[in-house]
């Protein structure tokens, strides 16, 4: 085989699932000579969408195949039962289908996964082959590998949706994009964040990396340069839907671990339109107003400069502009974010303990936003 090479490519995948997908999908596209075993075994699994009002979802072997061609849509081969099942798991998390048979569907028996919101409702009519055909389609797009090309459409939808005051369409497929993002991101091992196992010297040094990385910009910039390595950190996200229900969230990292008794909450009021970067200068400036609380050695905001600007601009309406710095992670990326002058962007390597701190106080800060988000719109739809 490797005489007979002329070129070499590979393909740089962010995540093992993408991985399974993609090389599924070159080995049916192209057929290459030397992957026999997959082309030819019996062993290798397909995934088999039925051609039906509710197409089904199937997992096969190859002799389990039907035999009536133009009947069906393949995907696979794949080489193992258990990679399969994963697959077909995860992809019915972000896109339900319903493998009820035509027979029990005319019957309107609820199958097993309508319980739990794992079937979209086709076995017992609640949903249209409209809309059903919706998922299938993103289904289709995702086993294809097209993950960037879906993300965008479904973003599309979801703002369409908004735009027509359908919230609950648009906070499906907000859902759908949430999980999306969510399946297929490299798994990551950081033993030393919850502690198990850690000495703590593991989280002082992460946060001395951190300080160390950022010395050079935050110490010609801040009048109150930390001589200690960053002791207490507050990162802060923004939740709404179409500037719905906006919601702020700040969480504490107290010598680089949560410290759960200082997360504080905020619902926006001030800003009624979707803009996430107003909402987050409003947050910092009612946190900062409250002086009995300690001030922060650094300000960790989800996003890239137009959220630090934000951020610094709260800040100076209180003085504070050389007081505490600030940073952003922008998720293209995970680039951190600074103002010196101009913005700088850093790029830590991806298994640098720095940069998962810092991305771990991110997603802490997300994940309480969403949650009081989440809490807002409940309430909403309970008064209405």
Partial sequence: MLSQAKLLKWTIVESDLDAIISEAELIRTHQPKFNLRLKDDKTPLYILLTKEEFPRVLMLRKTQLPDYPGRFRIFGPYTSAYQTKIVVRLVRRIFPFCNATPRQKQHHIACFYSHINRCPGACTGRISPQEYARNINGLKQFLMGRRKSLAKSLKGEMQSAAKELNFERARTI????????????????ITWL?????????????????????????????????????????????????????AGSMVVFTQGKPDISQYR?????????????????????????????????????????????????????????????VIGIAKRFEELVIFKQIFHFIRLPKDS????????IRDEAHRFAKRYHTLLREKTLINN
């Fill in 353 to 360: 303990a720095s940069l998962l701190l810092i991305m771990h």
């Fill in 174 to 189: 907000r859902d759908q994009l949430m999980m999306l993002e969510h399946v297929t991101q490299a798994p990551v091992a």
């Fill in 265 to 325: 909450r905020f619902r926006i009021r001030q800003i009624s339109q979707g803009n996430d970067p107003k909402m987050m200068e409003e947050t910092i400036q009612r946190r900062i107003a409250h002086r009995e609380w300690q001030i922060p050695d650094l300000i960790v905001v989800d996003g890239g400069t137009e959220q630090v600007k934000a951020a610094r601009q709260a800040l100076a309406s209180k003085g504070l502009q050389h007081s505490i710095p």
């Fill in 194 to 246: 919850d502690g198990v196992g850690a000495a703590d010297s593991d989280h002082f040094q992460s946060r001395m990396n951190l300080w160390k990385t950022l010395a050079p910009f935050i110490e010609k910039i801040s009048a109150r340069f930390p001589q200690k390595p960053f002791a207490r950190i507050e990162a802060y996200d923004i939740s709404n839907l179409g500037g719905k229900q906006s």
